[in-house]
């Protein structure tokens, strides 16, 4: 199947300060890409849709201020936690479609925030 | 009512065992259906993908759909430690910006 990296896979930063998650796929081009949530013993929470060369499409109740999605090439989707929170740590995970509608996930970036 | 709806376990069982996963849903416009594993602080990978209703064979994992009853399954046979995960049933309408819905996931440990 595809590839999807997503890096980092851990981060620790401190509260009021910014982290960005990089999601590439590694051997398509991913026109679209989603960008979810997962707390723990909890299903997959979608925050966002992802567009290449459009602006990200948010999920109802998610801030697009704090969650700043940038898709610059079909290869890259960056999401950037600004002014984190400790509510804000949490598993964030990327994904790519497939042709049909199954999805290609990335490894996942754990984000805590103390 | 969640759309999707799936026993979050967990579910223990011996190595060896046949293990039985399953979903209901709610939206019978859902029309392909997915069974993805996720290990522990990892992203989830796709383990089966079904369109309609019937089933599908992959080695040691076999995916069941009735639509009737808007119910799905997963069977795993001669399970292995290393079977041991959270596994995601997901389902969708169609092709075309409709959104992938997930259940909560079925936490699986096999035991050696």
């Known amino acids: 199947g595809a590839v999807v990296s997503q890096h980092p896979s851990r981060v620790i930063c401190k509260s009021g300060t910014s982290v960005k998650i990089e999601c590439r796929s590694l051997d398509f081009q991913a026109t679209t890409m989603f960008w979810y949530r997962q707390f723990p013993k909890q299903s997959l929470m979608l925050m966002a849709t992802?567009?290449?060369?459009?602006?990200?499409?948010?999920e109802q109740g998610v801030e697009k201020d704090k969650f700043l999605i940038n898709h610059a090439s079909l290869t890259l989707s960056t999401l950037t936690v600004t002014s984190a929170h400790p509510e804000d740590s949490s598993f964030y995970i990327c994904?790519?479609?497939?042709?049909?509608?199954?999805?290609?996930f990335g490894q996942g970036t754990r984000l805590t925030v103390v | 009512q969640k759309e999707v709806e799936q026993d979050p376990g967990p579910l223990s069982v011996p190595e060896g065992a046949i293990v039985s996963l399953n979903c209901t849903y709610s939206n019978s416009a859902f029309q392909y259906f997915m069974w993805y594993r996720q290990y522990s602080r990892k992203g989830p990978e796709l383990l089966m993908y079904?369109?309609?209703?019937g089933n599908k064979e992959d080695g040691r994992f076999t995916a069941q759909v009735d639509k009737s009853s808007k119910y799905i399954s997963l069977f795993i046979r001669d399970s292995q430690p290393s079977d041991s995960a959270t596994y995601l049933c997901a389902m969708s309408g169609d092709t075309g910006g409709f959104k992938t819905i997930f259940g909560a996931g079925t936490r699986l440990f096999v035991k050696a």
């Open positions: 079904t369109y309609s209703s």
């Open positions: 994904s790519a479609p497939g042709q049909l509608t199954e999805a290609f």
């Open positions: 992802s567009n290449e060369g459009s602006k990200a499409t948010y």
